[in-house]
């Protein structure tokens, strides 16, 4: 795999890592009102998002006829959190709590089983050339499917650093 989807990859789940690291339950489950997500909800649902980029990606390898759509700016679209986009049903996170260390887990099983793929792909020059619909971005190539990963992570790291201040300030 690049060694820059690589580093990004690492540099962002520990930049999420130390956001979240000494936070304790509470904190971890507290919305700063109903319409927000928790801390713990934004975390599953980079979980989820990640669970779902893996099957999208396996699939997409295995399509005959999936030609390469135009790249598109995904780190512009992504990281302007002015640009809302709603969670597909399929990445919304659960209602119910969880604690600290199962989130890590959770973080941790979720990056492992992702590293495990991308590194079982033989030729990684394929994911330049095959694309799947992304449900926010449309038409996407399969390697800009990795990189939405970190890109979708550094989006939620600001919401988690807003979601903290708010609950400072409750």
Known sequence: MNKLINDNLYE??????????????????????????????????????EGASIKAIAWGLKEVNSSQKERKNVDHILLDRTNKIKAPKIVEPNIESFN????????????????AFLSSIEDISVLAEKS???????????DQWIEQIYLHEQRHIEQIKEIKLLLENN
């Not at 000494?22 to 649902?45: G, R, Y």
């Not at 260390?101 to 590293?115: A, I, V």
């Not at 799947?132 to 399969?142: C, D, N, S």
Request: hydrophobic share 45%; aromatic share 4%; glycine share 2%.
């Open 100 to 115: 600290a260390q199962q989130m890590m887990d959770l973080l941790n099983d979720s990056r492992k089983k992702l590293m």
């Open 12 to 49: 962002t789940r520990a930049n999420l890592v130390k956001e979240i690291t000494f936070l304790s339950d509470t904190e971890l489950n507290s919305k700063p009102n109903l319409n927000m997500w928790s801390i713990a909800q934004v975390c599953h649902h980079l979980v989820l998002v």
């Open 132 to 142: 799947v619909v992304h449900p926010a971005l449309g038409e996407l190539p399969l």
